[in-house]
């Protein structure tokens, strides 16, 4: 199956005529980053891909529907598009009851709107009590 994730968003980018920055900007990202991105070289996280589809105007099912065009099949696993650890995080909510689910969104919430400093700090504070 062909999972060009990457040229999928380029060609979305390309036909709006923005540029790397334009987009990059709006994701939350850099120009860097997507660039390595729309050429496959760089794996890309369901909450990036879902800033991306964001940034370009454009709905996760509209991306998988493109994606699933352009493979010729359908998606029997559109997870396989995805990381190792965003994999492993759908298998284990696939599991869990939908309450949990719930739950589980909640706190990814809250995760997403710290801040990356805050993040940095909290990782430091864990490795100096170590």
Known sequence: MDTDIGGILKRRRLSRNETLEDVAFRADTDAGNLS??????????????????????????????????????????????????????????????PADRITLVEMARVLAKRTPAARRRQQRSKTTKS
């Open 36 to 97: 390595r991105i729309e050429r496959n070289r760089q794996d890309v996280t369901v909450q990036r891909l879902g800033r991306l589809c964001d940034a370009l105007e454009m709905t996760l099912a509209e991306f998988f529907q493109e994606l699933q065009g352009r493979s010729g099949t359908a998606l029997s696993d559109p997870a396989a598009a995805f990381d190792k650890h965003t994999r492993e995080l759908l298998s284990v909510v696939g599991t869990m009851s």
